[in-house]
T-cell receptor
Framework: AQTVTQSQPEMSVQEAETVTLSCTYDTSESDYYLFWYKQPPSRQMILVIRQEAYKQQNATENRFSVNFQKAAKSFSLKISDSQLGDAAMYFC?????????????FGKGTRLHILP | EPEVTQTPSHQVTQMGQEVILRCVPISNHLYFYWYRQILGQKVEFLVS????????KSEIFDDQFSVERPDGSNFTLKIRSTKLEDSAMYFC????????????FGSGTRLTVV
């Protein structure tokens, strides 16, 4: 079974600085997708960034980028120029690329605090 | 931007009572999901639904749970006889295709069983 591990329950970063959130996963599959979701105090789950396992190039979305290391099964999220609105719970997540599996598997999350 | 709408935002129910959580997915989406998040814990998959039937369910989704798309727009989760441990945030999500562009989640319904 696939698992997602986020080893940092909480992190803090100064506003305008850069922070990296760690995520590792375990799978025997070669075809899969990885996600970072943000959950602000409003509790809604918002997709931040997505990475297809078959792509070597790391995904980027504005200030958000990932470091995808497939061999190491690592998928970290870098937030550049941190803003107060980035304060949230961040979940790393995995989804199989096969046709049988619908579910997304989430890690336990990292709570990110932005210090003004 | 299209949204997934969930109602109510918070529901309190007595243990043993039936509860129905409602969701209106994005109109052109075909795949529907329920997840739950017990306070302070990770988000867990409950069930996926496509073409008017369950396509996958987790071990959490036992006989006390059921889902339905009664009228082509709503997608409901019913818990027949609620237990204290059903207290959680329940998220509905939908997607247009099976390609995992990432679901669109609703804002959740906080269910409190007393």
């Amino acid at each position: 079974a696939q698992t997602v591990t986020q080893s940092q329950p909480e992190m803090s970063v100064q506003e305008a600085e850069t922070v990296t959130l760690s995520c590792t996963y375990d799978t025997s599959e070669s075809d899969y997708y990885l996600f970072w979701y943000k959950q602000p105090p409003s509790r809604q789950m918002i997709l931040v960034i997505r990475q297809e396992a078959y792509k070597q190039q790391n995904a980027t979305e504005n200030r958000f980028s990932v470091n995808f290391q497939k061999a190491a099964k690592s998928f970290s999220l870098k937030i550049s120029d941190s803003q107060l609105g980035d304060a949230a719970m961040y979940f790393c997540a995995y989804r199989s690329g096969g046709n049988r599996d619908d579910k997304i598997i989430f890690g336990k999350g990292t709570r990110l605090h932005i210090l003004p | 931007e299209p949204e997934v709408t969930q109602t109510p935002s918070h529901q309190v129910t007595q243990m043993g009572q039936e509860v129905i959580l409602r969701c209106v997915p994005i109109s052109n989406h075909l795949y529907f999901y329920w997840y739950r998040q017990i306070l302070g814990q990770k988000v867990e998959f409950l069930v996926s639904f496509y073409n008017n039937e369950i396509s996958e369910k987790s071990e959490i989704f036992d006989d006390q749970f059921s889902v339905e798309r009664p009228d082509g727009s709503n997608f409901t989760l019913k818990i027949r006889s609620t237990k204290l441990e059903d207290s959680a945030m329940y998220f509905c999500a939908s997607s247009e295709t099976r390609l995992p562009n990432g679901y669109t989640f609703g804002s959740g319904t906080r269910l409190t069983v007393v």
